[in-house]
């Protein structure tokens, strides 16, 4: 079988796309690895998506998307997809499980959690350290918690760990958070929240579990081994340092810029027939609204594409 369309990830971006191909009769399939929805899947609280009601939390708003999508007949795949071959005219991508063809692809892969690249951070993932409040908040209740990065995730994050733990301290590289004002008002004015400036983790230790990690201030130079609490015996890092775009898949097959897609306004890249769409590409602001411009405007070019290129 040939799709007209694939897109490949069912976060926001691939799930607007994937309503609006299905939408313009399209024979769509969206292909998800994992749990639909991407990064907006881990996110407690979305304020920010205009005219989602005021509880909308990321999973509510995803499972929304993934249901008009389907209602308007897309169909959904759960694999993997591990390589591209976008050489012919119909676009070849090959999953763990199977191989898949079509007229057109919009690549909607989003992006991963970095990591620190500290000694430690590795092993210990999933054993005190964390990338997913979400996730994992209810493992560390009236525990402490430190929090990595400054930027709009960590901070909100942060917040929304204070609904668990009993202390979070936010550990920020510099003496100044880059995350939106409003974002940090809210963290200043929470009492379970402290800072620790000008610092970053430079060694994670444990064997089965996190047991200590070290911290180095970075105008002084003094370094420090922080320890659980001895009542509490256990804490938690949750790191959000930002992202990567999930994209190592197509280098050297599209253009990349800095592991980021190169498009154009409409979402075009290099390779006729192949758009991307959301947080994976070169752009100025990584947001769900932006994803899902990002998937609307690739799935109307790719419905143009197909129109002049495959029909008569
Ligand atoms: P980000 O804005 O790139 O911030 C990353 C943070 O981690 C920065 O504070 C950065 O420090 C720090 N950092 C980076 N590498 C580090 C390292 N190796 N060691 C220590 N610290 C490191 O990432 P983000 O907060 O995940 O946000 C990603 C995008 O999503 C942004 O565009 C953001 O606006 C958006 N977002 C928006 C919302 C919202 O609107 N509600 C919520 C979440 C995310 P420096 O500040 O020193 O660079």
């Not at 004002?181 to 064997?207: L, P, R, Y």
């Not at 990690?213 to 015996?233: A, C, M, R, S």
Request: proline content about 3%.
């Amino acid at each position: 079988m040939i799709y007209d369309v694939i897109i490949i990830g069912g976060g926001p971006a691939g799930l607007t796309a994937g309503l609006y191909a299905a939408r313009a009769r399209l024979n769509t399939l969206i292909i998800e690895k994992g749990a639909d929805g991407g990064q907006i899947a881990t996110t407690d609280e979305v304020e920010n998506y205009p005219g989602a009601p005021e509880d909308s939390t990321g999973p509510s708003i995803v499972a929304r998307m993934a249901k008009q999508a389907e209602s308007f007949g897309a169909k959904r795949a759960s694999d993997e997809i591990v390589e591209v071959d976008f050489s012919d005219k119909i676009k070849i991508l090959k999953g763990k499980k199977e191989e898949y063809k079509a007229k057109s692809i919009i690549i909607a892969t989003g992006a991963v959690p970095r990591t620190i690249g500290a000694p430690g951070e590795k092993e210990l993932t999933g054993r005190g350290v964390s990338y997913c409040a979400t996730c994992d908040a209810a493992f560390f209740e009236d525990l402490e918690v430190f929090v990595m990065g400054g930027g709009d995730t960590a901070v909100e994050e942060a917040i929304y760990l204070t609904k668990f733990a009993r202390k979070v301290t936010i550990i920020h590289r510099r003496d100044e958070l880059r995350a939106a004002k409003s974002i940090q008002e809210k963290a200043f004015k929470n009492d379970k929240i402290e800072f620790m400036w000008d610092t970053v983790i430079t060694e994670i230790k444990g064997d089965a579990m996190l047991e200590s990690f070290v911290v180095k201030n970075l105008k002084t130079g003094e370094e420090k081994e922080i320890f659980p609490d001895e009542d509490d015996g256990a804490f938690g890092i949750f790191v959000f340092v930002g992202y990567l775009p999930a994209t190592k898949l197509f280098d050297g097959i599209i253009n990349l810029d800095n592991g980021y897609i190169v498009t154009d306004d409409n979402m075009k890249t290099n390779v006729p027939g192949v758009f991307a769409a959301g947080d994976n590409r070169v752009k100025s602001l990584r947001q769900v609204v932006t994803a899902t411009a990002d998937g609307a405007i690739a799935a109307v070019q790719a419905e143009k594409y197909i129109e002049n290129n495959f029909e008569e």
